[in-house]
C-alpha cells in the first residue's frame, strides 16, 4: 500500500490570518480525500501549497516519505492536477485542448481521444472549436483527461462545477473507479459525494479557536 | 566543551540556531536598539568632517578649480548608489534561498535609500556640469549610466507597491534586483561605448594625473561616513517594519510599553 | 513520457493560437509602421534629416512593437488556468519560458524584421544599410523577447501598475539598443561592425542561456500570488 502524499503538522499563514495549524493527514494508494470547510478555510492554499506554488509554510511535506520538494519531479509525473478554472483554450478543438494536455506525460491517438470524449458526453465534438461550446461542455472536455491518462495521483479542484446531474454521478463512479484500481484522489468540492470510501478532512478542526495566535 | 561534545549533532545545531537568530525579527529589534547610536554619530562627524576638508581645505582641481569641489558630494552619492544597489541584490537572493524574513526587510528598504543617493549623485552630477560643461545636463556616460540605474531602482519600487501579496512582493523584486544587477555591468559597457562613439573627446577622471591624498581622503570619509549613515538609516526602517508587522507579537508590545 | 516532456505542443499550441487570432501579429506590425510615421510629421520630411535619425528610429519603433506585446506572454495562460497547470507538469519551468519566448519571436519579431527594409526606406536610410539593420533585429529582438519575458513573468496577474511591464524592461533593453543602432550607423558609414554585431550575439547567448531560468523562477514567484 503506498504512501503517496504526507503532510505533517502543516501551518499555512495568509497576509497574516492563520487559516490552519498541526494539519496532519496521508494519502494512500486506494483513498479518495475530501477536503472540507468553510469558504476561504485555506483549501485552495492547500492545494497550492501541495502543488509547490505557494512556498511559505511550516511542517513537513512528503510524498513516497521523502521531502517533496526534493522529490517534485517525480511528484509531477504521477500526478494529474484538474484546477478550478478548465485550462482550455476557446480558440482551439476540444481535440487540440486534450492533445496539448496530455502531451507532458504520453502520446494519445485519436481514436483514445475520441473515446475519451465520447465517456464524458461530447462524442462527435473533437473538431469543435471550445468557443462554441459551453461552460459545462468546456469543463467536461476537460474531465476528459480523466479517462485519457494513467496517472496515479489526482487533485481534483471543485471538479463539479458547470456538471449536471448525470455528469456528477458520471464522474463520482470514475473517481470511485479510479481508487479501486489504486490511484489516489484529493478533491474540493461543496458537493455531498456519493462514494463509499471517502475520507473527509476538515479545515475547520485545524482552525484556532478564539484569537489569532501569532 | 570537551572533545566528545564536538559529535556532529551538537556543532550543526548551535550553528543552525545561530545562522537563525539572524533571521529572528525579534533579535535585531533588541539589538539594533543598541547599534544605532554607534551608527549615526560617527555617521555625521565622518560626513561633516569629509565635506568640510573637501570643500573648503583640499587643494583646487589643476582644471576645473573650485567648481570641482561637488566631486566630494557626487562620487560618494554614486558610489553608495551602486554599492546599494548589490547589497540589496544579495539581501534579495538570501531572502529567496533561505527564506530570511529581515534579509526581505533590508532589501525592501534599500531600494528607496539607495534611489535616494542617485538623485543625489544626478543632482550634483548637474551642479558639477554647469560651470564645467555650460549645461545642467549633459548625456555623458556615467551620467546616463546613473540615470538608468535610478530608473533600475525605481523599478524595483514600483514593482514592489504592485503586488499585494508580501512574501511574494519580496521575492519578485529579489529577482529583478538580481536581474538588474547582472545587467548593470553591461549597461555601463554600452553606455561607455556609445559615449566614446558619440563624444570621443570626453573628460573623465581616469584622464587626470593621480590624485594627491589630500584631495582623495575627504572623499573617503564621506564615502565611509555615507555607508554608516545608510546603515543606520536602514536599521532604522527595518526597525519600523519589525513594529508594523510584529505588532501582536507579546515580545514586542511588552518592548514598546516598557518605553 | 514523451521525449520532450510536451515542449514541442506547446510551441504548436501557441503558433497555432497566435495564428487563429491574427490580431497577435497584426497590431504589433501596425503599431511599427505608425511609430515610424509619427517621426517625419513630428520632426521633418527632409529626406536629408530622415536619414540621420532613420537607424535609431527603426530600432526604437522595433523595441517598443516587441514590447506591446510581451504583456501577454503569459496573460491569457494565467487567466484560464494553463499556467498554473503547467507548472504543475512533468515540463521543466524554463522550457516552458523558451517555448513563449520561441513563439513571441516568431509571431512579432520575425514580421518585423521583414517588413523593416520597406520603413528604413521610407526613412530614406541608405540601402547600404539594409542587410545589417535586419541582421542586427535578428540579434537583437530575440534578446528583447527573452528579457522581456522576465518582466512578463514578474507582472502577470497584476491589477495594479500601469505600464508596469515597460517600466521594468526598457533599462535592460539599453544595451540592444546602443548595439544595434551602432551597427546600423557603423555599416551606413562605412565603417567595420563586426564588433557590435558580436556583442549582440553574445548578449543573444547570456540571455539564451540565463533568462530562461530567471523567466521560471519569477513564473513560480508570481503564481505564488495567486
Given at each position: 500500500?503506498t ?14 490570518r ?9 494519502l ?9 470547510g ?38 509531477f ?32 491517438s ?8 465520447s ?10 472549436e ?61 458537493h455531498v ?15 484556532p479557536?478564539?484569537?489569532h495566535?501569532? | ?9 551538537g ?62 558630494l ?23 534561498i533561505?527564506r ?23 543632482a ?12 545642467w ?32 512582493a ?63 538609516m536602514?536599521?532604522?526602517?527595518m ?20 518605553k | ?15 497555432k ?21 509619427l ?11 530622415l ?10 519603433a ?7 506585446s ?45 517588413i ?7 526613412l ?44 521594468l ?36 547567448l547570456?540571455?539564451?542561456a ?17
Amino acid at each position: 500500500m503506498t504512501d503517496y502524499l504526507s503532510v505533517e503538522n502543516l501551518l499555512i499563514e495568509r497576509d497574516d490570518r492563520l487559516l490552519f495549524k498541526d494539519l496532519t493527514f496521508t494519502l494512500s494508494a486506494g483513498e479518495v480525500i475530501q477536503l472540507v470547510g468553510r469558504n476561504g478555510s485555506g483549501k485552495t492554499s492547500l492545494i497550492r501549497t501541495l502543488l509547490g506554488l505557494m512556498p511559505d509554510f511550516e511542517g513537513d511535506l512528503l510524498w513516497k516519505g521523502e521531502p517533496l520538494h526534493q522529490e517534485r519531479d517525480d511528484f509531477f509525473n504521477h500526478l494529474l492536477y484538474l484546477g478550478h478554472k478548465p485550462s482550455i483554450k476557446s480558440a482551439l478543438t476540444a481535440k487540440e485542448n486534450l492533445e496539448w494536455l496530455v502531451a507532458p506525460y504520453t502520446k494519445v491517438s485519436d481514436q483514445a481521444i475520441e473515446q475519451a470524449l465520447s465517456e464524458v458526453g461530447l462524442r462527435g465534438y473533437e473538431d469543435v472549436e471550445c468557443h462554441s461550446m459551453s461552460a459545462g461542455q468546456n469543463r467536461r472536455v476537460a474531465l476528459a483527461q480523466l479517462y485519457l491518462l494513467d496517472l496515479p495521483v489526482w487533485i481534483l479542484d471543485e471538479p463539479f462545477t458547470a456538471i449536471d446531474l448525470a455528469g456528477v454521478s458520471q464522474l463520482e463512479k470514475r473517481i470511485s473507479e479510479h481508487a479501486a484500481q489504486g490511484g489516489a484522489i484529493i478533491l474540493t468540492t461543496h458537493h455531498v459525494l456519493d462514494i463509499d470510501t471517502v475520507k473527509r478532512v476538515n479545515l475547520d478542526d485545524f482552525m484556532p479557536r478564539g484569537k489569532h495566535a501569532s | 566543551m570537551s572533545l566528545s561534545e564536538t559529535s556532529a549533532p551538537g556543532w550543526k545545531a548551535r550553528f543552525k540556531r545561530w545562522f537563525h537568530s539572524w533571521a529572528s525579527p525579534k533579535w535585531f529589534y533588541e539589538k539594533s536598539a543598541r547599534w544605532l547610536p554607534w551608527l549615526s554619530i560617527p555617521a555625521v562627524l565622518l560626513i561633516l568632517s569629509g565635506l568640510v576638508w573637501g570643500l573648503f581645505f583640499a587643494p583646487q582641481d589643476y582644471q576645473q578649480g573650485n567648481s570641482f569641489r561637488i566631486f566630494y558630494l557626487h562620487v560618494p552619492a554614486a558610489f553608495l548608489s551602486q554599492s546599494i544597489f548589490m547589497m540589496m541584490a544579495i539581501a534579495g537572493a538570501i531572502n529567496l534561498i533561505w527564506r530570511i524574513k529581515l534579509a526581505d526587510m533590508a532589501a525592501k528598504h534599500c531600494a528607496p535609500i539607495g534611489a535616494s543617493f542617485a538623485i543625489l549623485a544626478l543632482a550634483t552630477g548637474a551642479i558639477w556640469g554647469k560651470p564645467t560643461w555650460g549645461a545642467w545636463w549633459v548625456w555623458d556616460a556615467r551620467l546616463t549610466a546613473m540615470l538608468i540605474l535610478l530608473f533600475l531602482y525605481l523599478g524595483v519600487i514600483a514593482l514592489y507597491s504592485a503586488i499585494d501579496n508580501r512574501e511574494t512582493a519580496g521575492r519578485s523584486t529579489a529577482i529583478l534586483s538580481l536581474v538588474g544587477l547582472v545587467n548593470i555591468p553591461i549597461i555601463k559597457y554600452s553606455v561607455d561605448w556609445w559615449n566614446t562613439l558619440h563624444q570621443p573627446a570626453t573628460f573623465t577622471l581616469t584622464e587626470k594625473p593621480a590624485m594627491p591624498f589630500e584631495m582623495w581622503f575627504p572623499a573617503l570619509l564621506v564615502v565611509l561616513g555615507f555607508y554608516l549613515f545608510f546603515t543606520w538609516m536602514l536599521f532604522k526602517r527595518m526597525r519600523a517594519e519589525v513594529v508594523e508587522r510584529e505588532f501582536k507579537a507579546k515580545w514586542l508590545q511588552k518592548e514598546l510599553t516598557q518605553k | 513520457m514523451p521525449a520532450d516532456l510536451g515542449f514541442s505542443a506547446l510551441l504548436k499550441r501557441d503558433l497555432k493560437l497566435a495564428f487563429r487570432q491574427k490580431s497577435d501579429i497584426i497590431n504589433p506590425l501596425m503599431f511599427f509602421v505608425m511609430v515610424i510615421t509619427l517621426f517625419p510629421l513630428g520632426i521633418s520630411p527632409d529626406p536629408n534629416e530622415l536619414a540621420v535619425i532613420a537607424p535609431g528610429v527603426v530600432w526604437v519603433a522595433a523595441l517598443l512593437a516587441s514590447m506591446l506585446s510581451m504583456e501577454n506572454m503569459f496573460r491569457s495562460d494565467f487567466d484560464d488556468g494553463s499556467l498554473e497547470r503547467m507548472l504543475v507538469s512533468p515540463l521543466p519551468g524554463f522550457l516552458i519560458a523558451l517555448a513563449k519566448v520561441i513563439t513571441h519571436f516568431l509571431v512579432t519579431g520575425l514580421p518585423l524584421v521583414i517588413i523593416s527594409p520597406i520603413l528604413a526606406y521610407m526613412l530614406n536610410m541608405p540601402s547600404a544599410g539594409y542587410g545589417v539593420m535586419m541582421l542586427s533585429l535578428l540579434l537583437g529582438l530575440p534578446t528583447l523577447s527573452l528579457v522581456g519575458a522576465i518582466g512578463s513573468a514578474l507582472t502577470v496577474g497584476l491589477k495594479r501598475g500601469a505600464l508596469l511591464l515597460p517600466l521594468l524592461v526598457i533599462p535592460l533593453f539599453i544595451p540592444v539598443l546602443i548595439f544595434g543602432t551602432g551597427a546600423l550607423q557603423g555599416v551606413i558609414m562605412e565603417q567595420p561592425v563586426s564588433g557590435q554585431l558580436s556583442v549582440l550575439a553574445a548578449l543573444l547567448l547570456f540571455s539564451l542561456a540565463s533568462a530562461p531560468f530567471a523567466c521560471a523562477a519569477s513564473l513560480k514567484v508570481s503564481m505564488g500570488n495567486g
